[in-house]
Structure formats: structure tokens, C-alpha cells
């Protein structure tokens, strides 16, 4: 059996208990470690789970998954991903090849960021459409996410964006060369995403949003040292959260009283906040 497994956000205490015994069971553990990552490494998992977890990066979850499988008819096969298992829509296509395969597969959940962000006191039910923010190039600068963020606007819904990790990923340089040379990893702040976000606003020029938008900036979720700082956009593009991972929460017109006085608690100035406030 192939079992999808859900580690949660931050460390390697984060697994459930049903989650840890098919890992501490099963004939091989891989650790998906692209679409997003743990707060810990690798050897402080296998050090806890007792195991040893081979890493699976982009390319052999989605070229090699047969490899992954193999065997996962006779035997257990555990893929651990981090947040919840279907959090990201790349592990859909690893069920679908199990199953073409008739390889049975089970998934356990867990937390995930699209749960996780109810500690801001923003109510789940008055979130719109995930958007995902990009790192932009002097080239490419997509702003597919902008279309989305006004639609949530027009319904005053919150719009959590997600921030881009890159993880062994080539220049196009090497790219195109074909060498097997990865960049440092990078992750994406909240300060350039808020950044990026005035950019387009400024290309697009349709009043989605602005520099006085209220957002909330959140890092490292469900971890001891997690951080929230609720503020405009201007000021959380100046905003050091601290290490990753970081999201970005643009808040909608429906805001309720109870959530207003939720994230008061950790605005970055209140004064400012008031006033913002007021016009929402």
C-alpha cells in the first residue's frame, strides 16, 4: 500500500500518532522536499522516526514515481509530505498512477497552512481563493494571482497567498547547458511579496488594492518561534519576519469586529491600524 502521510508545519514531533506507525513499519519512507519544508532537517526526523528517509525532490516525484512505487503492492511505501497530503495538487498525480498501477493507497491528514492560518483570528469560512506568489525576473513577472485577488475583493473575502520556495532548482544557464549545478535555496518573504503585490497593483492599475491595504504577515506557523504582524502593505514590505517560511493574508472588506480586534493584538503600529481599520 502507498500511504500518504501528513507531517504538519513545524518540526519533527508534528506527525500523528497513526502517521508514525505505518512510518516506523513500512519497507521505505520517502520525504517529498520540494513543494514545501520542514522547520528541521532530515536526519532530526529519522533520528525520531528511527528510520532512514530518502528525500524525493521534484524531478523523481514527478518523472520517477515508479520507482516510488514499486512494490507498494506487496509492500508499505510511506510518502511523507509536509502540512496535510493534498495540500499541494502535485501528489494527486502520484495517486493516480498508483491506482492505474492497482496499488492501494491511504492518506492520513494534518495540519496544513490553509488551516494553520486561523491562529490569526481571521474565520476560515470568510477566505477566498489561494493565490500563490511567485519570485519575479527583470523577464518574468506573472501576475495570473492579481485576477484572483479581485475576484476574492469583489466578494470582500481574505486572500491567503502563498510565498515561492525554490529548492534545487538550475539556472537557465546550467538549464540549458545540462548541468546538474543547483542554486542555494531560496525562500520568498513577506516583504517581497508585499512588494511585488504594490508592483503589479501599480501595472494594473485597477484599485484591487494598494499601498494602505491592511495584510497580515505570518512566519513559521505552528512552530514555538511562529511571528504575525498585521499592518498596510507599505509597511510590511519594510518588515523583517525572521527565517522561513513566511505567508502573506490580504485582508477582505467583510472583516468582522472580532476578527479586527484579534489582529489588533499584533499590529505593528495600532495607531495606524485604527485608522486603516475604519475604512474597511
Not at 516506523?24 to 520542514?38: D, F, H, M, N, W
Not at 484599485?207 to 491592511?214: A, Q, T
Not at 522561513?244 to 495606524?272: C, T
Amino acid at each position: 500500500m502507498l500511504y500518504l502521510i501528513g507531517l504538519g508545519l513545524a518540526d519533527e514531533t508534528d506527525i500523528t500518532v497513526k502517521g508514525l506507525q505505518v512510518v516506523k513499519q513500512a519497507t521505505r519512507v520517502y520525504l517529498e522536499a520540494y513543494t514545501s519544508i520542514l522547520l528541521v532537517d532530515k536526519e532530526k526526523l529519522e533520528t525520531y522516526y528511527g528510520r532512514s528517509v530518502i528525500l524525493a525532490d521534484r524531478e523523481m516525484v514527478e518523472t520517477g514515481s515508479d520507482d516510488i512505487l514499486a512494490e507498494a503492492d506487496r509492500c508499505d511505501i510511506a510518502f511523507l509530505v509536509v502540512g496535510d497530503p493534498f495540500g499541494a495538487t502535485t501528489h494527486a498525480d502520484l495517486v493516480i498512477r498508483a491506482r492505474e498501477l492497482k496499488i492501494p493507497v491511504r492518506s492520513i491528514s494534518n495540519a496544513s497552512i490553509l488551516s494553520a492560518v486561523g491562529c490569526t483570528g481571521l474565520q476560515l469560512y470568510n477566505f477566498g481563493q489561494t493565490v500563490s506568489m511567485v519570485f519575479f525576473t527583470d523577464a518574468w513577472k506573472p501576475s495570473s494571482f492579481y485576477d484572483r485577488i479581485k475576484e476574492n475583493a469583489s466578494l470582500g473575502l481574505h486572500t491567503l497567498v502563498l510565498l515561492d520556495i525554490k529548492i534545487k532548482e538550475q539556472s537557465l544557464e546550467n538549464l540549458m547547458r545540462g548541468r546538474k549545478v543547483f542554486e542555494p535555496p531560496r525562500f520568498m518573504t513577506v516583504a517581497q511579496c508585499a512588494s511585488q503585490m504594490l508592483e503589479i497593483e501599480e501595472e494594473k492599475g485597477e484599485n484591487v488594492y494598494g499601498p494602505d491595504s491592511l495584510a497580515i504577515g505570518v512566519a513559521r506557523l505552528g512552530a514555538e518561534n511562529q511571528k504575525m504582524a498585521a499592518g498596510t502593505l507599505t509597511q510590511l514590505t519594510e518588515t523583517d519576519m525572521g527565517p522561513p517560511l513566511h505567508s502573506l493574508i490580504l485582508v477582505g472588506k467583510r472583516l468582522h469586529d472580532l476578527e479586527r480586534d484579534f489582529i489588533r493584538d499584533f499590529a505593528l503600529d495600532r495607531r495606524i491600524f485604527d485608522e486603516v481599520g475604519k475604512q474597511i
